[in-house]
Every structure is written in structure tokens, then in C-alpha cells.
């Protein structure tokens, strides 16, 4: 009980230091911006509103899985933003865009079932997604990791769920 008080006091200092410093502070404005302005939105409009998710939004609609994160039900997505796509191999997005089935797979291997918030995230060790598999929860100090990927802006609210925003794109295995 005194290890999960701990890390929800943990992860509630990340949530504040990453927030509120560090050159990730003007991407944390914009989506907070974007999700207080999208009160009421569901997952696909906020990450549209945030203006740092084009290249996820484009593809869940190649995918067919937009309608989806669009609907009922409440959904975790690791989002991974503009920046994160870019470090992937143009010939891999490329591949991927080509086979609905590959992109399915890896676009769903970032969104889980249920709204897990941080502080419900930093008490696992392993997160199932809707592809199937698990990715993997890592606390380090004040960083949250999920599959390799630092959460970078925790806890963007959406009317279906919440978005986790990730500094790369996770690749299933």
C-alpha cells in the first residue's frame, strides 16, 4: 500500500513537472488548450483540435478504425504526435498505409479498453491493447514509459476516453 501511494504521488509530480517545464511545455499548452476548448469531444476531435496528431488521425481513417475512437465506449489511446511519426522510415509508413491489416495492427496496439488515467496507468506493469498484446508500463524518477515510449503529456480528457500523448510510435512485436 505505501509502494502505490508512492508511485501515485510520483506520478502525479511528473504529470505537474511535465506540464508545466521542459521543451515539452508549449506542446503541453496546445493540448491542453485543445482539450479544454474540446469539452465534450471524443477522442478523434480532440486529438484533430490539438493540431499535433494530423499523421494519426490520417491514418485510424485509412485504418477504418477513426469511427471507432469516434463512438461509445471509453478508450485509452497512446498517441503518438506529429514528431514521433516523423522518426519512422518513410518506407515503413508507406508499407503500412499499403496493408490495412499491418496498420490495423499497430494503430490498435496504442489504444486499450477503459479510461485508464495515470494514476491508474503507473499501477500496472503491462497494458493490453486492443491488437492483442501487452505493452509494457516502466516508472523511472518522474518519467512514465509505456512500450519504450515516454508519456510526454498525460491525462488529455476526451468524452470517450483519455489520450496519453508518446514521444514514438510503438511498434507490436
Same mark, same amino acid.
Given at each position: 500500500?505505501?509502494?502505490?501511494?508512492?508511485?501515485? +504521488?510520483?506520478?502525479?509530480? +511528473?504529470?505537474?513537472?511535465?506540464?508545466?517545464? /521542459?521543451?515539452?511545455?508549449?506542446?503541453?499548452?496546445?493540448?491542453? $488548450?485543445?482539450?479544454?476548448?474540446?469539452?465534450?469531444? $471524443?477522442?478523434?476531435?480532440?486529438?484533430?483540435?490539438?493540431?499535433?496528431?494530423?499523421?494519426?488521425?490520417?491514418?485510424?481513417?485509412?485504418?477504418?478504425?477513426?469511427?471507432?475512437?469516434?463512438?461509445?465506449?471509453?478508450?485509452?489511446?497512446?498517441?503518438?504526435? $506529429?514528431?514521433?511519426?516523423?522518426?519512422?522510415?518513410?518506407?515503413?509508413?508507406?508499407?503500412?498505409?499499403?496493408?490495412?491489416?499491418?496498420?490495423?495492427?499497430?494503430?490498435?496496439?496504442?489504444?486499450?479498453?477503459?479510461?485508464?488515467?495515470?494514476?491508474?496507468?503507473?499501477?500496472?506493469?503491462?497494458?493490453?491493447?486492443?491488437?492483442?498484446?501487452?505493452?509494457?508500463?516502466?516508472?523511472?524518477?518522474?518519467?512514465?514509459?509505456?512500450? /519504450?515510449?515516454?508519456?510526454?503529456?498525460? $491525462?488529455?480528457? +476526451?468524452?470517450?476516453?483519455?489520450?496519453?500523448?508518446?514521444?514514438?510510435?510503438?511498434?507490436?512485436?
Amino acid at each position: 500500500m505505501k509502494r502505490i501511494r508512492s508511485i501515485l +504521488a510520483l506520478s502525479a509530480a +511528473a504529470a505537474v513537472a511535465l506540464a508545466a517545464a /521542459g521543451p515539452a511545455s508549449a506542446h503541453a499548452f496546445v493540448l491542453r $488548450d485543445a482539450a479544454q476548448a474540446g469539452a465534450g469531444k $471524443d477522442i478523434v476531435e480532440t486529438a484533430k483540435a490539438a493540431g499535433q496528431f494530423q499523421t494519426l488521425t490520417a491514418l485510424l481513417k485509412r485504418a477504418g478504425l477513426a469511427k471507432t475512437l469516434e463512438g461509445r465506449g471509453q478508450f485509452t489511446v497512446f498517441a503518438p504526435t $506529429d514528431r514521433a511519426f516523423a522518426k519512422v522510415p518513410k518506407k515503413t509508413l508507406n508499407a503500412l498505409a499499403k496493408n490495412k491489416a499491418k496498420l490495423r495492427s499497430v494503430l490498435l496496439y496504442h489504444v486499450a479498453m477503459g479510461k485508464l488515467t495515470a494514476a491508474k496507468v503507473v499501477k500496472r506493469k503491462s497494458i493490453k491493447t486492443l491488437n492483442g498484446q501487452r505493452v509494457r508500463v516502466r516508472v523511472r524518477s518522474s518519467n512514465v514509459f509505456v512500450g /519504450g515510449a515516454h508519456v510526454t503529456m498525460p $491525462d488529455v480528457a +476526451a468524452s470517450n476516453g483519455v489520450i496519453h500523448v508518446i514521444n514514438r510510435v510503438l511498434i507490436p512485436r
